[in-house]
């Protein structure tokens, strides 16, 4: 088992910056590939940003591009998600994700409300 929790959300105003952290417990030789997603109210969840545990490889959901930034810190077995010119359109809870196989997302945070005020 792998357990992940998230820090770091809050309250910015428009065109401000916010540095989310996730910090994973348990069986972490298990981490193959982390995650961030984010839901707003009366959306579905979508997939923000991922990087792969070992190697560089990291993935951008078009709207975050050049904005956010996915790193990791694996003598802490740590994740982060910095976030520059935060839009309104960023106000969700956002949530840590883990997979654990190389196939899909199987382990989540609990979510940590990220609010951008116009």
């Known amino acids: 088992q792998v357990q992940l929790v998230e820090s770091g959300g809050g309250l910015v105003q428009a065109g401000g910056s916010l540095r989310l952290s996730c910090a994973a417990s348990g069986r972490t030789y298990r981490l193959y590939v982390m995650g961030w997603f984010r839901q707003a109210p009366r959306k579905g969840r979508e997939f923000v940003a991922s990087?792969?545990?070992?190697?560089?490889?990291?993935l951008y959901r078009n709207s975050v591009k050049g904005r956010f930034t996915i790193s990791r810190d694996n003598a802490n077995n740590t994740v982060y998600l910095q976030m520059n010119s935060l839009e309104p359109e960023d106000t969700a809870v956002y949530y840590c994700?883990?997979?654990?196989?190389?196939?899909?997302?199987?382990?989540w945070g609990q979510g940590t409300q990220v609010t951008v005020s116009s």
């Open positions: 994700a883990a997979d654990l196989n190389g196939m899909t997302f199987n382990t």
């Open positions: 990087i792969r545990w070992s190697g560089s490889t990291t």
